[in-house]
C-alpha cells in the first residue's frame, strides 16, 4: 500500500476538493426515464388516429414521465446527502498515519536526507487497524525517517517549530436542513467547510534544525495533510501555542517504533 493524498483538505478560507474526490453518479437515469416516456407518449399521441385512441391518452403518457421523475430522483439525492456527510466525518478525523509518514518522508528528501520521497513510502494495514510504515531506502535513510515519523506522529514536548492543521465539527460543519439535489450541490456545499479550529504538532527534530528544513516540511505538510501555519517554539505566539499544548496527544494515536530492513 502506497501513500495517498486526502481528496479533501482544509484551508483557512475553505476546503480544496481533490480530483479522486467524485459525488455518486448523477440522476442520468432518471432522466432518461423523462425522455423515455415523453417519446412514448409522442409516438403515442401520433398513433392515436390509427388505433382509435383518443389523442389526449398520448399526452397523459408523456406526463406520467414527468411525474415519475421526481420519485427515481429522491434516492439519488439521499444518496448525495449521504456521501457529504460522510466525506466531512472522514475530513473531521483528521490525517491518517499514511498522510504524515508521506509528508515527512517528502520533507526529507526536500532537506537532501533521504534519496526517496512518497514513492518509497510503504504502508501494511494490519488487523486491528495497526499501520506499519517503513522507507525503502538504506538503512540509516529508514532509521531517519522511522525517528522523524515517531516524534511528528507524537505528543508536543518541546519541539523547536510547530505545524498546525485546520479541524471540522461535524455537527456544525454543514448548514442545518441542507439540500442537495445535484453534484454541482454537493461539490458547492464541501468547498464551502470551513475549519472549527485548529490543531498544532512538532516538527521532527530533524526537520526543525532551522527555518530553512522547517519550511520545507510545512511545504509537504501542505500538501499532503492539508493547509497549515509553522511557527518557531521560541517567537512569542510559539511560546503561548507551547503553554497551550505541551503534553498534548494531537493525533492520539499509539506509535510504536520498530526497525526492520529485509
Known amino acids: 500500500m502506497v501513500a495517498e493524498r ?9 476546503a480544496v476538493l481533490g480530483p479522486t474526490l467524485t459525488p455518486p453518479d448523477d440522476d442520468r437515469r432518471a432522466r432518461a426515464v423523462l425522455v423515455a416516456s415523453v417519446t412514448a407518449g409522442a409516438a403515442s399521441a401520433a398513433a392515436a388516429p390509427a ?3 383518443p389523442a389526449a391518452a398520448g399526452v397523459v403518457a408523456g406526463l406520467a414521465g414527468l411525474v415519475a421523475v421526481p420519485t427515481l430522483r429522491a434516492p ?7 456521501w457529504v456527510s460522510e466525506t466531512v466525518a472522514a475530513a473531521a478525523s483528521g490525517p491518517t498515519p499514511v498522510q504524515v509518514a508521506t509528508a515527512v518522508a517528502e520533507a526529507l528528501r526536500s532537506c537532501d536526507l533521504v534519496g526517496v520521497g512518497a514513492e518509497g513510502v510503504v504502508v501494511e494495514v494490519h ?3 495497526e499501520h506499519r510504515c517503513r522507507l525503502e531506502a ?12 515517531d516524534e511528528a506522529l507524537g505528543p508536543v514536548s518541546a519541539p523547536r517549530y510547530l505545524v498546525s492543521r ?5 455537527a456544525t460543519a454543514l448548514p442545518r436542513g441542507l439540500r442537495v439535489r445535484t453534484g454541482d450541490d454537493a461539490r458547492r456545499a464541501l468547498r464551502a467547510l470551513r ?10 527534530s530533524v526537520l526543525g534544525v532551522n527555518r530553512g528544513r522547517a519550511e520545507h516540511y510545512l511545504a509537504a505538510w501542505r500538501r499532503w495533510v492539508g493547509g497549515g501555519a509553522l ?5 512569542p505566539e510559539g511560546a503561548g501555542v507551547l503553554a497551550a499544548q505541551r503534553g498534548a496527544d494531537p493525533f492520539a494515536v499509539s506509535t510504536v517504533l520498530r526497525l526492520h530492513w529485509l
Open 231 to 235: 511557527v518557531a517554539a521560541a517567537s
Open 195 to 204: 475549519p472549527a479550529g485548529e490543531v498544532w504538532h512538532p516538527v521532527p
Open 6 to 14: 486526502s481528496p479533501l483538505t482544509l484551508e483557512r478560507e475553505g
Open 76 to 82: 439519488y439525492r439521499r444518496a448525495l446527502a449521504r
Open 51 to 53: 388505433v382509435g385512441w
Open 127 to 129: 488487523l486491528g487497524g
Open 138 to 149: 538504506s538503512q540509516a535513510e529508514a532509521q531517519l525517517f522511522a525517528t522523524a515519523l
Open 166 to 170: 485546520y479541524t471540522l465539527d461535524p
